[in-house]
């Protein structure tokens, strides 16, 4: 298994300004992901972070309003853009383990936003 | 998306045994049917996956129909520390999130 550490825990932020989420591993990964979980609500894929390369964003979530790095294979930050309150949400880092078809995915405690 | 089915919610007495229905007939034939849960103020956590024959390990059961398009959560004494939100998925392209079952535990 893996240990994730994501920072902040919990934020309150204004609207218009940006945050960034960070995500660190104990032990390197290829397979990282965000998600993202409204209020009451399940989770959302938002995308997978890439190393070394540009994220893979699902449908419904930009580059431009999340931006992700993933500068080596135990770090990673998404960025929320310009928030608006529509934006709070518990934001999730994850990591897949394991092979082939058997992965499993580790999860960090998460981010709670609020923006006011 | 890989889509699952699952009941918004269900209850349980303590100590008593639970199954959690779960449908995926969209399911392909080498895709591992996953459970997680998500207690209340955490990150979800592993529960138990399987691909065709049934599993057990420390925290459940998990029974897996003959044709892969549905299977079963079983906890077999729920506890108060159970009560979380059980989600089934199966990894498609990648791991998607259904509405997942909110499990009550009564005491």
């Known amino acids: 298994s893996a240990v994730i550490s994501q920072k902040p825990s919990r934020d309150i932020c204004q609207r218009g300004t940006s945050l960034t989420i960070q995500c660190q591993v104990d032990?390197?990964?290829?397979?990282m992901f965000w998600y993202r979980q409204q209020p009451g609500q399940s989770l959302t894929l938002i995308a997978t972070?890439?190393?070394?390369?540009?994220?893979?964003?699902e449908s419904g979530f930009v580059i431009d309003k999340f931006p992700i790095s993933r500068p080596n294979l135990t770090f990673s930050t998404l960025t929320v853009s310009n928030m608006s309150p529509e934006d709070s949400s518990i934001y999730l880092c994850?990591?897949?383990?394991?092979?082939?078809?058997?992965?499993?995915?580790?999860f960090g405690a998460g981010s709670r936003l609020t923006v006011l | 998306d890989a889509k699952t089915t699952q009941p918004n919610s269900m209850e349980s007495n303590e100590e008593e045994p639970v199954h959690l229905p779960c449908n995926h007939s969209?399911?392909?034939?080498?895709?591992?049917i996953h459970w997680y849960r998500q207690l209340p103020s955490q990150g979800p956590e592993y529960v138990i996956h399987?691909?065709?024959s049934n599993v057990n390990n420390r925290m459940a059961s998990l029974a897996i129909a003959e044709d892969r398009k549905s299977s079963t959560l079983i906890l077999h004494r729920a506890t108060l520390r159970d009560a979380a939100v059980y989600y089934c998925i199966f990894k498609g392209n990648q791991f998607y999130f259904g509405t997942g079952t909110s499990l009550t535990v009564i005491p």
């Open positions: 972070a890439n190393q070394g390369s540009e994220a893979t964003y």
């Open positions: 032990s390197q990964v290829t397979m």
């Open positions: 969209t399911i392909s034939g080498t895709d591992y």
């Open positions: 994850s990591v897949e383990l394991g092979s082939s078809g058997a992965n499993v995915l580790t």
């Open positions: 399987g691909l065709t």
